[in-house]
């Protein structure tokens, strides 16, 4: 079965729980079940990983080398500076979309530069947990039928 990478960084594993009048009620778990309703129909596996650390995110994009079809990747706030993460995700030979729950634009003038935009198949940004569905159909729309 393909596996689809839904990679979450620090801080987004107390979702619901963190600030929820920037980033919403939902649950991680909330998303995964989200996620993979959305992906169900093409028989995508949903594995998703949630790590505070980058070393351990990085781990886990060279794992989903083989196997998997595209990745869903909120970084937190490893995207200001996260190059370990980004020459991961830059080798890693499928597309991700990149994903963040609140409008950072709107916010502090350090989250409004991501490292890994430039490399993302695309990214959205202030749709809240929507934002992760519709990473999810745009994944379903370029990854080609096996
Ligand atoms: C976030 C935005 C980041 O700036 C922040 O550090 C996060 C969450 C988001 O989903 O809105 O941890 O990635």
Redesign the pocket.
Known sequence: MSELLLLN????GILGRREPEV?GTDTLADIEAAVAAEVAGRGWKVVSVQRESEGQLIEAVQDAWDGSVGAIV????L?IAGWGLRDALAAYPRPFVE????N?WA?ESF?HESVLAPIASGVIVGLGALGYRLAAQALLAKVPAS
């Open positions: 960084g620090p801080n987004l980033y909120n970084p937190g706030a995207m994903v963040h729950l609140s950072v916010r989250r």
